[in-house]
Every structure is written in structure tokens, then in C-alpha cells.
T-cell receptor, first 111, second 109 residues
Framework: NAGVTQTPKFQVLKTGQSMTLQCAQD?????MYWYRQDPGMGLRLIYY???????DKGEVPNGYNVSRLNKREFSLRLESAAPSQTSVYFC??????????FGSGTRLTVV | TQLLEQSPQFLSIQEGENLTVYCNSS?????LQWYRQEPGEGPVLLVT?????EVKKLKRLTFQFGDARKDSSLHITAAQPGDTGLYLC?????????FGTGTSLTVIP
């Protein structure tokens, strides 16, 4: 009964370093999403994937790349981290028309 | 500017009180959802409403979708400390859901 699993849970990066946030879901959902959550800004969509093999930009895609590796996995990559990317990152999945199931988040600090 | 405005931003009440939080927009939504998020966790879906004027109840929580499908409210009756959390609304104007900034509710025992 795992749902959506995100790794790592916490990460500290230095400016300019790169890293990949991993996300996997076991609910056979077609759609997957990456959001960032910042105080006073709510959840903002970074990228989404409506189905295996497709990805699209959301509201705030700059500085990020994604890969839909297969139906289960959707990763988010920061090529050169900046302090402005300090945030809590959430992965979510959904059936085509249903509600979202979220992971428990990755807390990223860029110093 | 936010597509969805939630009010109030913060709310602190005593156990047993009633409360209403609001989610407003100038956009029309094909559907609207409410989530609750606890500290250190991801949001959890509470309800989805799709029809203008629709009312759904979940135990002590009552959700209403506006007739014009531009706004929604969440009413909690006899709040309990377990209701404490961040309440988020999310509206779908086209292909994706957009989230409001949330109402942070604290219920004091």
C-alpha cells in the first residue's frame, strides 16, 4: 500500500551542484506531476506527464528537467542548483480525471 | 497573481466551534478539489466537486461548489484538534489543477 514514494526526504546542496529527485507510484496511474511548495505561494506545478513517454511544462519549469522513465517512475533533475530552488518538492500521480495522490515530499535546501 | 484565492489565510479556533473557509476565483472550473495537508506530509484529497451548486458532506465537513463553478466553501461543524492542518483548494480550468495558497487551521483543545 505504498502509493507515491519520493526519495530522498531531505537534501542539502551547494549552489551549482546537480541532483535528481526520484518518484515512483504503484497505483497504475497514467499521469504524474512535480510540484514545489513555498510559503505564501502554495503548490506550483513544475512539470507533468500525462502518460508514459510524454512530458509538459507547468507554471515554473525553468531550472528543471524531468524524465518519465516508465509508467511507474517520474524523476526531477536540477542541473545547477540555485538558492531560489530551496523548497519542498512533491510528486503526485492521478488517473486521468481523478484526484491526486501525493508523496510525502523532499525538503531541499540550496546554500 | 494566484488563480485561486483562499481566505482566511490563518484561522485559530477553540474545539467545538464552527468555521467556514473560502476558495474564490474569476475563472470557471470543470471540477474543484479540497485537500488537507499535515506538517511534514503531502496533501490528502478530501473531496471532488464537479457540478455547480453541488454540496458534499464528509462527516463534520460540508463542501459546496458555487453555482457558477468559480468558488467553493468548506464548513466544519464542531471542530476537533484532529482537524488541524492546511486546507488547500485546487481548481481545474482546463487540463491541470491549480492550487490555492491554503488556509492554515489550528483547533485548540
Amino acid at each position: 500500500n505504498a502509493g507515491v514514494t519520493q526519495t530522498p526526504k531531505f537534501q542539502v546542496l551547494k549552489t551549482g551542484q546537480s541532483m535528481t529527485l526520484q518518484c515512483a507510484q504503484d497505483m497504475n496511474h497514467n499521469s504524474m506531476y512535480w510540484y514545489r511548495q513555498d510559503p505564501g505561494m502554495g503548490l506550483r506545478l513544475i512539470y507533468y506527464s500525462a502518460s508514459e513517454g510524454t512530458t509538459d511544462k507547468g507554471e515554473v519549469p525553468n531550472g528543471y528537467n524531468v524524465s518519465r522513465l516508465n509508467k511507474r517512475e517520474f524523476s526531477l533533475r536540477l542541473e545547477s542548483a540555485a538558492p531560489s530552488q530551496t523548497s519542498v518538492y512533491f510528486c503526485a500521480s492521478s488517473r486521468d480525471t481523478g484526484g491526486y495522490t501525493f508523496g510525502s515530499g523532499t525538503r531541499l535546501t540550496v546554500v | 497573481t494566484q488563480l485561486l484565492e483562499q481566505s482566511p489565510q490563518f484561522l485559530s479556533i477553540q474545539e467545538g466551534e464552527n468555521l467556514t473557509v473560502y476558495c474564490n476565483s474569476s475563472s470557471v472550473f470543470s471540477s474543484l478539489q479540497w485537500y488537507r495537508q499535515e506538517p511534514g506530509e503531502g496533501p490528502v484529497l478530501l473531496v471532488t466537486v464537479v457540478t455547480g451548486g453541488e454540496v458534499k458532506k464528509l462527516k463534520r465537513l460540508t463542501f459546496q461548489f458555487g453555482d457558477a463553478r468559480k468558488d467553493s466553501s468548506l464548513h466544519i461543524t464542531a471542530a476537533q484538534p484532529g482537524d488541524t492542518g492546511l486546507y488547500l483548494c485546487a481548481g481545474k480550468p482546463s487540463n491541470q489543477f491549480y492550487f490555492g495558497t491554503g488556509t492554515s487551521l489550528t483547533v485548540i483543545p
